[in-house]
T-cell receptor, first 113, second 112 residues
């Protein structure tokens, strides 16, 4: 899992509540990413950030929000507007450039009932 | 249609046997193609990386091959171990550092 930490590992919430997933990295990487993983599907990009105070929507950003106030931190908020939030969420970081490798955190499993 | 398709979806083999996982892609050219191993409930970890011009890359008992003509990559696992039980994900990086394209993964189960 390299130098990327995600907390908590398991998270349970009631429907209608917002929840924030933590992601911290000590790899000094400029870029950070949030992915969602569902059974039988490839990882889908939610948001990414290539520099502090800047981020872009990925393929499935609706119902999610992020902030990038510090280089090492990229928290993800799952809002009540997300229709099907139960999933495994992965954070990753990388250097910027053409041949970058993304290093993944251990993931957070969110269950919303 | 997904630009990266993996097969089989799942595979069960006996400990000590070899196996080969397949990845077909439509993204061409690309910067690099990676194979990741993801243990259950954990984040993916990179096994191999190949650029568009490479044909093979090894990492211990893992060997990845690339055929740019047929747009196929394979991951061969030799002398499988119980710890090889995991999901294996093929990932293609488009040129100029675009967003990564993930396959849906192959779930490998190694039985004693």
């Amino acid at each position: 899992d390299g130098g990327i930490t995600q907390s908590p590992k398991y998270l349970f919430r009631k429907e209608g509540q917002n929840v924030t997933l933590s992601c911290e990295q000590n790899l000094n990487h400029d870029a950070m990413y949030w992915y969602r993983q569902d059974p039988g599907q490839g990882l889908r990009l939610i948001y990414y950030s290539q520099i502090v105070n800047d981020f872009q929507k990925g393929d499935i950003a609706e119902g999610y929000s992020v902030s990038r106030e510090k280089k090492e931190s990229f928290p993800l908020t799952v809002t009540s507007a997300q229709k099907n939030p139960t999933a495994f969420y992965l954070c990753a970081s990388s250097e910027t450039g053409r041949y970058y490798e993304q290093y993944f955190g251990p993931g957070t499993r969110l269950t919303v009932t | 249609k997904n630009q990266v398709e993996q097969s089989p979806q799942s595979l069960i083999i006996l400990e000590g046997k070899n196996c080969t996982l397949q990845c077909n892609y439509t993204v061409s050219p690309f910067s690099n193609l990676r194979w990741y191993k993801q243990d259950t409930g954990r984040g993916p970890v990179s096994l191999t990386i190949m650029t568009f011009s490479e044909n093979t890359k090894s990492n211990g008992r893992y060997t990845a091959t690339l055929d740019a003509d047929t747009k196929q990559s394979s991951l061969h696992i030799t002398a499988s171990q119980l710890s090889d039980s995991a999901s294996y994900i093929c990932v293609v990086s488009p040129p100029r550092g675009g967003k990564l394209i993930f396959g849906q993964g192959t779930e490998l189960s190694v039985k004693p």
